[in-house]
């Protein structure tokens, strides 16, 4: 049993190796900290894209808000004259109905 390296003691094949590995695993850490690094830079490139996307999509909010409120106006005025069911019921361009409401309304 005296041939068993001890828990305090390290082996002595152990350290003929580690001077070895040392300058591999330093290699390896650097290889994986210029991985980490590229990516970093990757996904702070993709946030700043994804901020100037998000400002873009509030843009493109507010024009479909817009959009909608004038359908929905325009809509509203459709039920409330009883004319039209539905998207197909009126038919003539926008001066058009808005010249046959000025004659109506005389």
Known sequence: MSNLPRAGQPS???LSTLPSQKPRQLSHLHAQLAQLTANVSDLENLLRMTAVQAESMRGLGGYMGGMFMAASKVLGEETVRGGGSGAG????SMEERSGQEGTQGA
């Open 12 to 14: 002595t094949s152990r």
């Open 89 to 92: 019921g009126a038919s003539g």
